[in-house]
């Protein structure tokens, strides 16, 4: 079968070939009725969009590469979707892959899609990542956006949150309910994520005159597993503790399941506080109190950024710190008197 071209599309729809370029990439002042009769007519067709030609042909890709660390974690899919949807309304494509938190990996994927003719990446980095990591990126100057895990690269623009204030948020919650022995678990030491989140936890920690119990900081992978197996552990120790901080929501249900299995009751015998507000969050029994940091709104953004890095070329990287707030829900309770 001959592999149909955009002008035989035009032909058939009784168009301009420059009109089904513009319909196909989702960009121009277009009348729903002609965008149909394109859409229809490269149906019938069976004609695919060459990306590369098309790259060819206009100087730049309507392709995005978008790296996340865990698709498993309902964060990323709620970043993503956001992404995603913000991207293909302003006539752009996603490549989505998934870097398992591995460097390794996270290299490879990034070959590919520089392959695959990108004309720009969202990277949520994977532990160990560093300004260096993304030299073959700037190497074929392509414009990225870090988003979540701040890199303090000066190359890219960053979406995120306020890690530090993510802490101060929960401790402050957690102390104002009368606890004294918090624990924090979850979050890969290197990142400056679960550093600058265990500095806010320090902080409003230290200024009640409290102290920090380094047998209580257990920093490790950010998955429901991990939570489960540091919350039995921590039971079976005998270590005082009223209150968890988790590194995320995820590791705050892992949280749950491993102090229930281990005969504790949620609140009233331990409190528990994650971060992301993740809608599985509100469904939990018992509901679980978290800090919201908006996954969605970092993937818009970050798809905005990219957008304006690709049409506007300018050298001019900017940081977007988004707000949070502080979700009191079921999970957390003031300590009892005994305590």
């Not at 929960?170 to 979050?187: E, P, Q, R, T």
């Not at 030491?189 to 230290?206: K, M, N, S, Y």
């Not at 300018?314 to 305590?339: C, D, F, G, H, Y």
Request: net charge positive; with cysteine.
């Amino acid at each position: 079968m001959t592999k149909k071209s955009i002008r035989d599309v035009a032909m058939r729809a009784g168009v301009s070939v420059s009109t089904v370029s513009l319909v196909l990439n989702g960009k121009g002042r277009i009348s729903e009725a002609t965008r149909k009769k394109v859409r229809d007519a490269a149906n019938t067709l069976g004609f695919i969009l060459d990306h590369s030609a098309s790259k060819l042909r206009s100087g730049q890709s309507t392709l995005f590469g978008v790296i996340v660390n865990d698709f498993s974690n309902p964060f990323f899919a709620e970043l993503s979707a956001a992404l995603e949807t913000e991207a293909f309304a302003n006539g752009y494509l996603t490549v989505l892959a998934n870097s398992n938190d591995d460097l390794h990996r996270q290299g490879k994927l990034i070959e590919a899609m520089v392959g695959l003719g990108v004309g720009g990446f969202v990277i949520c980095p994977a532990a160990g990542s560093s300004s260096e990591t993304f030299e073959l990126i700037r190497a074929r100057s392509l414009p990225y956006v870090i988003c979540v895990r701040d890199l303090q690269d000066e190359n890219a623009d960053f979406i995120g949150a306020d890690d530090y204030q993510c802490g101060v948020f929960a401790s402050k919650h957690l102390v104002d309910l009368g606890h004294k022995n918090i624990a924090m678990i979850g979050g890969f030491q290197e990142l400056a994520t679960t550093r600058h989140r265990i500095a806010g936890f320090r902080e409003v920690i230290d200024s009640r005159g409290l102290s920090v119990q380094k047998e209580l900081i257990l920093p490790g992978p950010p998955t429901l597993e991990f939570g489960r197996e540091m919350a039995i552990r921590l039971v079976q120790s005998g270590q005082k503790f009223t209150a968890v901080f988790c590194y995320n929501d995820i590791v705050a249900v892992g949280v749950c399941a491993g102090l229930r299995s281990s005969g504790k009751k949620i609140a009233e015998d331990i409190s528990v506080i994650g971060v992301d507000n993740l809608p599985e969050s509100e469904a939990a029994f018992p509901s679980l109190t978290t800090v919201e940091i908006y996954p969605r709104s970092i993937g818009r953004r970050s798809a905005e950024a990219l957008i304006k890095a690709l049409k506007n070329k300018s050298n001019r990287k900017e940081k977007v710190i988004l707000p949070l707030q502080l979700i009191a829900r079921a999970s957390t309770a003031k300590v009892s008197a005994e305590e």
